[in-house]
């Protein structure tokens, strides 16, 4: 390759703010969060100062600008520490590189030279291993209880959503408790319409899809998986419409977005219902 050539930019993908550690860390976390796989990761670092380089997929390289910092407390060193522990989760292939500052600030200005990826690609990372040292105490104990992934965002796979409630779905954050509830009588609508039982809530279910008179079921059940189901559409309306309708609910945005899946979950059950009774 000609130094012509290596001289040109290296026309990857860039984000994060430089200096912003939140908004680096928003940056990896879209990335993981949208199914992209991270298949190696390079720390890039320089007196304290860490950018990322990752390769994602096949070959796409991206790169995370410098708002990772190390060798000291504040928010810099803590964020540092919880996204090296998100990406060893999701990336077996880590390692720590020291680079020049001027190479830092081309980063920064989502300016790298394919020389400069070239340089990276025949580096040697540091040995030993460092990177470990990192991350914090309080960032391993999360790894092992359950709250590793406590800063992704709560968001609505719109892929499996029921084609009768997207328009909730595409408002849902604008008052979820509204439109919770507006799905919950969509669906007793749906049911009452099929079946022409003239009820409410886990009655209506309970009628319609539990015991020898019930007025719809589904093929290819035995009993047992039949009563489940269709116990699962008066439990729900027990244990959550009923509390929502009567009285006012103070919910996490996790709450109200599994809630809203269950409530999804069940127009999915009625839509593959095909035996009328």
């Known amino acids: 390759m000609s130094h012509k050539r290596l001289a040109l930019l ?31 990761t390079r720390i890039l670092s320089c007196s304290g100062v860490h950018c990322l380089l990752l390769t994602v997929n096949v070959a796409d390289l991206l790169a995370v600008k410098s708002g990772f910092t190390s060798g000291y407390g504040g928010e810099g060193p803590h964020t540092f520490s919880y996204i090296l522990q998100v990406l060893r989760a999701h990336c077996s292939n880590i390692d720590e590189y020291n680079v020049s500052e ?49 800063e992704f965002r709560p968001i609505l796979p719109y892929a499996i959503i029921d084609g009768r409630i997207v328009d909730l779905a595409l408002s849902f954050w604008d008052g979820p408790d509204d439109k919770l509830l507006t799905g919950y009588r969509r669906l007793e609508d749906i049911v009452r319409e099929r079946t022409g039982i003239n009820e409410h809530g886990a009655k209506l279910f309970s009628q319609a899809f539990l015991g020898p008179a019930a007025k719809l079921s589904w093929e290819n059940l035995n009993s047992g998986e039949i009563n489940g189901r269709g116990s699962l559409f008066a439990s729900t309306y027990n244990a959550y419409r009923n509390p929502r309708a009567h009285r006012e609910l103070e919910s996490h945005s996790i709450e109200l977005l599994t809630e809203f899946l269950l409530l999804n979950h069940l127009l999915e059950k009625e839509s593959v219902i095909n035996v009328g009774e």
């Open 10 to 40: 290296a026309g990857i993908e860039y984000s994060g703010l430089a200096g912003n550690s939140k908004e680096c860390q928003d940056a990896v976390l879209r990335l993981i969060q949208y199914t992209d796989q991270i298949v190696r």
């Open 102 to 150: 001027d190479l830092i600030e081309r980063l920064d200005s989502s300016a790298l030279t394919q020389l400069d990826i070239v340089t990276l690609d025949e580096a040697r990372p540091i040995r030993p291993t460092r990177w470990y040292d990192y991350v914090l105490k309080d960032d391993l104990e999360i790894t092992g209880d359950g709250r590793l992934f406590r």
